[in-house]
C-alpha cells in the first residue's frame, strides 16, 4: 500500500532564502508523485508532478522537485523564497500503477517566509 | 477553462439536519472526485465517478452519504443526518484520465 510522510508540519524561512520541503513515499508499484499548493480557504493548486522520465522536475512558481528511487524521496525545492509562497504544501502518491483515480496524501507542512 | 466550481462556499447546519452540496467540474473532464480535509490534515479521499457511474467509495463514507453525477457532468454530495464530526472543507476535484486532479476552492461544513 502506497504511503507518504512529510517531514516538518511547520517550516519557516526568511525572504531570499532557499525553501526546502521534505517528502517520503512508500509504494509497491513505480510510483506517481505530486506536490500541491493550498492558500487559505482555497482549494488544491498542482505544483508539479512526476510520472517517469526526467527525475528532476520542474513546476509552477519556480518550484522543482527531484524524484530519488533509492531514498524514496520525492523533495520540493525554491532557490529563493517570496512572501507569496506562504501556504500549505501537500505531498501526494498515485495509488496503483500511473492510477491518478485516488491520491494518498501526506498530512502537509505549513510554510511561513519571515520579511 | 473556467476552472472546478463548488457551491456554496460555506455552510452552516445544525446537527440533525441535511445539507448537499454542488460541483460542476471543468466541462471535458469525464472523471469527478469528493475529498474530505480537515484541519490539519491532508485531503481524504471520499468517492469518485467517471461520467456518471460512481466507480468507488470509501469506508469513510457512511451510510449517512450520498453521491450521484446524474448527467455525467455536475455532482452532489448530500450528508443526511449532519453530526458535529462532519464539520470539515469538502473538496471537488475533475480530471481527464491520466491528467493530474484540478481542484475546486471547496465547502466548508460547520455543523453546530
Known amino acids: 500500500a502506497q504511503s507518504v510522510t512529510q517531514l516538518g508540519s511547520h517550516v519557516s524561512v526568511s525572504e531570499g532564502a532557499l525553501v526546502l520541503l521534505r517528502c517520503n513515499y512508500s509504494?509497491?508499484?513505480?510510483?506517481?508523485l505530486f506536490w500541491y499548493v493550498q492558500y487559505p480557504n482555497q482549494g488544491l493548486q498542482l505544483l508539479l508532478k512526476y510520472t517517469t522520465g526526467a527525475t528532476l522536475v520542474k513546476g509552477i512558481n519556480g518550484f522543482e522537485a527531484e524524484f530519488k528511487k533509492s531514498e524514496t524521496s520525492f523533495h520540493l525545492t525554491k532557490p529563493s523564497a517570496h512572501m507569496s509562497d506562504a501556504a500549505e504544501y501537500f505531498c501526494a502518491v498515485s495509488e496503483g500503477a500511473g492510477n491518478n483515480r485516488k491520491l494518498i496524501w501526506g498530512l502537509g507542512t505549513s510554510l511561513a517566509v519571515n520579511p | 477553462d473556467t476552472g472546478v466550481s463548488q457551491n456554496p462556499r460555506h455552510k452552516i447546519t445544525k446537527r440533525g439536519q441535511n445539507v448537499t452540496f454542488r460541483c460542476d467540474p471543468i466541462?471535458?473532464?469525464?472523471?469527478l472526485y469528493w475529498y474530505r480535509q480537515t484541519l490539519g490534515q491532508g485531503p481524504e479521499f471520499l468517492t469518485y465517478?467517471?461520467?456518471?457511474?460512481?466507480?468507488?467509495k470509501s469506508r469513510l463514507l457512511s451510510d449517512r452519504f450520498s453521491a450521484e453525477r446524474p448527467k455525467g457532468s455536475f455532482s452532489t454530495l448530500e450528508i443526511q443526518r449532519t453530526e458535529q464530526g462532519d464539520s470539515a472543507m469538502y473538496l471537488c476535484?475533475?480530471?481527464?484520465?491520466?491528467?493530474?486532479?484540478?481542484f475546486g476552492n471547496g465547502t466548508r461544513l460547520t455543523v453546530t
Open positions: 465517478f467517471q461520467n456518471e457511474a460512481q466507480l468507488e
Open positions: 476535484a475533475s480530471s481527464l484520465e491520466g491528467s493530474p486532479l484540478h
Open positions: 466541462s471535458e473532464h469525464n472523471r
Open positions: 509504494s509497491s508499484v513505480p510510483p506517481y
